[in-house]
C-alpha cells in the first residue's frame, strides 16, 4: 500500500520516497505502520510492503518516483542487497529504544555478562484496575506471558485479594482449558461486582490514554514500554526474556515511573517448567502500592506525568522527533533529486546517487 504526504516541498522538486518493510508480527508491524502514518503527514511518499518476495520488481516499476530509500526490519537483511542494487540507503527498524541498544553495546564492548536471552511466544493480558480512594479511578493494565495455567491463576488470585476493581483481558487462542474453566466456574463468580474478565483483543493504546488510568503492568517491551510514557502512567515492570530487563531498569532505575513486581529470571519458550515467576502475593503488593495515596507513589504519578508532557512536546512543531523526522525527509529529498539512471543488463533503469 502507498501513503501519499500533502508534501511542502517547492514545485518540481521530487518528494522523497520511503519503503517500509515490516516483519509480520503483530511488535514489529504496528510501530511500523505508526512510522508510515507519520512519514505520510511530513509530506513524503511512503510505500508499505507486506508481501516482500516481488519487492525489487515493485521498486523497478516506480519510474515516476523512484525510492529514496529503504526502512526494513532488522531480520530482513537481504533488503540491504535490494538497497545497494539501487544505490539508496538502507535504514534498519530493531524495535529496541536507545537505552536498552546502548547498554547492550556497552555490555559486548566490555564483555560484561554471557549475552543469553530467551524467547518466548506472547501472552497477552491486559488488566485495568480502578484504586479506592481516587475522584477519577485509577487503571492499570499487564501484559503477561505464561506457557501454563498456573501463573495465570496465580496472577488472578493476586488481583483478587488486592480488592482493587479491575479488568483483565485474556487474549483469545492463547486460553488453557483448566484456566478457562476455572475463570468461569469460580473466578468471575467471585469478582464479578468489581472485575471484568475479556477475551480476546483490546485497544490498549486507547485505554491507556484515558483520564481513567492510573498505572500499567507491564512485560517491558518497547512497544508498550512507550505507550505507557507516553500516556502519562506509572508502570510495574514484568519482563520476560530479551531487553525487557534493560527497559525495566529504564524505567525503575532511570526514570523511577516504574516498580518491580519480583521478576528474577528469564521465561525460556517451550519450557515443560511448571514454576510460578510471580506469586499472588507478589501480585498484591505491587498493585497495592502502585494504586497507594502515599507520598512516594504521588510523586512517582506525577514523574510519570511530567514523562507524558515532555513526550508530547517532542512531537509538536519544534520538538526533537518533529524536527527529526523533518531532517531525515528532507535528506532524502535532496539524495532524490540528485538522482540519475543507468541500465542494468537486464535493461531495467535503476536509480543511483551523483
Request: net charge negative.
Amino acid at each position: 500500500m502507498t501513503f501519499a504526504g500533502s508534501g511542502d516541498g517547492q514545485s518540481g522538486s521530487a518528494r522523497a520516497h520511503f519503503v517500509l518493510v515490516p516483519m509480520m508480527a503483530q511488535g514489529r508491524t504496528i510501530p511500523m505502520t505508526d512510522m508510515a502514518c507519520l512519514l505520510a503527514e511530513h509530506g513524503a511518499q511512503v510505500s508499505f510492503i507486506t508481501t516482500p518476495e516481488p519487492l525489487m520488481a515493485y521498486l523497478r516499476e516506480q519510474q515516476r518516483s523512484p525510492p529514496s530509500c529503504i526502512i526494513s526490519d532488522m531480520a530482513h537483511w537481504w533488503t540491504g542487497d535490494i538497497a545497494r542494487e539501487l544505490g539508496i540507503p538502507r535504514l534498519t527498524f530493531s524495535g529496541f529504544c536507545g537505552f536498552s541498544s546502548l547498554v547492550r553495546s556497552a555490555m559486548t564492548f566490555t564483555g560484561i555478562g554471557d549475552g543469553q536471552t530467551g524467547s518466548a511466544r506472547a501472552h497477552f493480558v491486559l488488566v485495568p484496575m480502578l484504586a479506592q480512594g481516587h475522584t477519577i479511578p485509577m487503571t492499570d493494565m499487564a501484559r503477561l506471558l505464561a506457557e501454563h495455567g498456573a501463573q495465570l491463576v496465580e496472577l488472578g488470585l493476586g488481583l483478587e485479594t488486592s480488592r482493587k476493581p479491575f479488568i483483565w483481558v485474556i487474549k483469545a487462542g492463547a486460553k488453557l482449558p483448566e484456566v478457562e474453566e476455572w475463570l468461569a466456574d469460580e473466578f468471575e463468580e467471585r469478582v464479578k461486582n468489581r472485575g471484568m474478565v475479556i477475551r480476546g483483543w483490546a485497544p490498549q493504546l486507547m485505554i491507556l490514554q484515558h483520564q481513567a488510568v492510573g498505572g500499567f503492568v507491564t512485560h517491558c517491551g518497547w512497544n508498550s514500554t512507550i505507550e505507557g510514557i507516553c500516556a502519562g502512567v506509572p508502570m510495574i515492570t514484568w519482563p520476560h526474556f530479551g531487553e525487557q530487563f534493560l527497559n525495566e531498569k529504564l524505567l525503575v532505575d532511570v526514570l523511577k515511573i516504574g516498580m518491580e513486581v519480583g521478576v528474577k529470571g528469564v521465561t525460556q519458550w517451550g519450557s515443560e517448567n511448571q514454576e510460578v515467576m510471580v506469586t499472588r502475593d507478589e501480585v498484591q503488593k505491587a498493585v497495592n502500592t502502585l494504586m497507594d495515596e502515599g507520598a512516594a507513589a504521588e510523586e512517582m504519578r506525577e514523574r510519570a506525568k511530567d514523562c507524558a508532557i515532555k513526550a508530547r512536546r517532542a512531537f509538536d512543531m519544534g520538538g526533537s522527533s518533529y524536527d527529526n523526522i523533518r531532517l531525515l525527509i528532507q535528506e532524502m529529498e535532496i539524495k532524490t533529486n540528485a538522482c540519475g539512471s543507468v541500465v542494468d543488463t537486464d535493461g531495467n533503469k535503476l536509480s543511483f546517487l551523483v
